[in-house]
Nanobody, 123 residues
Framework: QLQLVESGGGLVQPGGSLRLSCAASGFTLDYYAIGWFRQAPGKEREGVSCISSSGGSTNYADSVKGRFTISRDNAKNTVYLQMNSLKPEDTAVYYC????????????????WGQGTQVTVSS
């Protein structure tokens, strides 16, 4: 069974950090671009970051540039999203997704999705 599982979410104070993980089972991520998306209550899902299959190309939403870093460890079949200087507006459910294609921030291009992990930034 092909599956993506996110972990690492939680409650953090403004200015804090979290590292999200996206682990794959049932398939290897080596040939897949990975995207991180988020959805806050009452808002549409938005692309946060994406990384190519090789890890050589990354992209970020303007709202997270300079604060978030995406990386991957294909040997561990896992992709990470390091989130620093978190703000209350980063509060959302974060999803990872895999695309057998080039890295993109367009959710329609992604074939497999995780169940999401909640990130709450609040004092």
């Amino acid at each position: 069974q092909l599956q993506l599982v996110e972990s690492g979410g939680g409650l953090v104070q403004p200015g804090g950090s979290l590292r999200l993980s996206c682990a794959a089972s049932g398939f290897t991520l080596d040939y897949y671009a990975i995207g991180w998306f988020r959805q806050a209550p009452g808002k549409e899902r938005e692309g946060v970051s994406c990384i190519s299959s090789s890890g050589g190309s990354t992209n970020y939403a303007d709202s997270v540039k300079g604060r978030f870093t995406i990386s991957r460890d294909n040997a561990k079949n896992t992709v990470y999203l390091q989130m620093n200087s978190l703000k209350p507006e980063d509060t959302a459910v974060y999803y990872c997704a895999a695309a057998f294609a080039i890295a993109t921030m367009t959710s329609d291009e992604y074939d497999y999705w995780g169940q999401g992990t909640q990130v709450t930034v609040s004092s």
